[in-house]
């Protein structure tokens, strides 16, 4: 059941997160890089939110982390889990429901 | 090189109450994060100190940093969610388990010796030096490893330091109460072992030493670190 006020500002860095990773695992640096590309340099997250999220979202078990070596760097990379999975599945249905809402009360005020 | 911000930044975090273990997490990651800021604008062609003081910049203070873990409950320790019970209850029920935990060793034990005991002969001298280890045992050394180790936690987390003298108080205080004896005879019935609790106006004196004691010996390992810790800093300033 969707929840009927969603703290839909507060949990945009989790879902933005969850998003890119549900496409494949990245690490920190690479998913703040993916942010600003997706969204054509609209929307940033700042380092001091990014790894925050990062490490509260594996705490709550919606993502998992491992080391891994890359260019000769010890990375932590992230994915999702399978509950991070169902999250973030409803995230999404709480921000799409969202946004109709205020897209629906914004054409109203325009049409008013 | 280690950026000298990046020391401060686990101090900060560690101060903050965020978990040791997502402490060295987060330093590790946005250490490598600035790192992979300064390559890009290497790459770019800019010199390595205009690189590096632009990506200081991109990565923003480490105030901002902090704030972004204090505001994630999950990542605070225990400790510092709940510090009065952590530092108040813990410490005394940490004492009891280990008390009642050794004391049920021993019973154990001298129960499975009964029928060794009753052939064997135990000097009163030496029935009396047992005696006397099980009251060091239980009424000095395991008071002072459970108040030293839960004022090295607090220490080691950067807790405000009333909470592990707190810790200290509570634990000396209890145990100037209690009382402990092991009466461990050969012959017939071979022993026993006791404890018990008690309040008396005559010995108020000696356990208010027995406290203090205590006290000063379970402070003096954290009272050592914070020494140096201070001096570090002097010597680095």
Redesign the interface.
């Known amino acids: 059941m969707p929840t009927k006020n969603p703290a839909f500002m507060s949990g945009v860095p989790a879902l933005i997160v969850l998003r890119l990773l549900s496409e494949r695992e990245m ?3 690479e998913i ?1 890089r993916s942010i600003k590309l997706a969204t054509h340099d609209a929307l940033s997250l ?4 990014l ?3 990062l ?2 979202l594996e ?2 078990g919606l993502l998992r982390a491992r080391s891994r070596r890359a260019d000769g ?4 990379y992230y994915s999702l889990t399978a509950r991070g999975k169902r999250h973030l599945a409803r995230l999404t249905e709480d921000w799409r429901r969202m946004s109709r809402s205020v897209d629906s009360l914004l054409g109203g005020a325009a049409h008013g | 090189m280690v950026d000298q911000r990046f020391n401060e930044l686990r101090e900060q975090l560690l101060r903050e109450g965020v978990g040791a273990r997502h402490v060295r997490r987060a330093v590790s990651e946005i250490e490598q994060h600035f790192r992979q800021l300064i390559d890009e604008r290497v790459a770019r062609g800019m010199s390595e100190h205009d690189a590096r003081i632009e990506a200081h910049g991109a990565l923003g203070t480490n105030r901002i940093l902090v704030q972004g873990y204090a505001a994630q409950p999950e990542l605070r320790t225990w400790s510092r969610r709940w510090p009065a019970i952590w530092f108040t209850l813990m410490p005394l029920a940490g004492y009891l388990a280990l008390s009642v935990t050794s004391m049920v060793v021993l019973v154990t034990v001298v129960h499975h010796m009964t029928n060794t005991l009753r052939h064997v002969h135990i000097a009163p001298a030496m029935s009396h030096g047992i005696d006397l280890a099980a009251r060091v045992l239980f009424l000095w050394f395991f008071p002072w490893l459970v108040a030293a180790v839960f004022a090295f936690l607090a220490y080691r987390r950067r807790v405000a330091r009333h909470w592990p003298i707190a810790a200290i108080a509570a634990v000396s205080v209890f145990v100037s109460f209690l009382n402990v004896s092991l009466v461990l005879t050969g012959g017939d019935p071979p022993g026993q072992v006791g404890a018990g609790i008690g309040v008396s106006m005559d010995s108020l004196p000696a356990q208010a030493v027995h406290a203090a004691i205590l006290a000063a010996l379970a402070y003096a390992p954290l009272w050592l670190a914070m020494r140096r810790v201070r001096q570090t800093g002097t010597a680095a300033d």
């Open positions: 690490y920190g640096y703040a700042g380092e001091g939110v790894y925050p999220a490490h509260a705490s709550r760097r010890m990375r932590i």
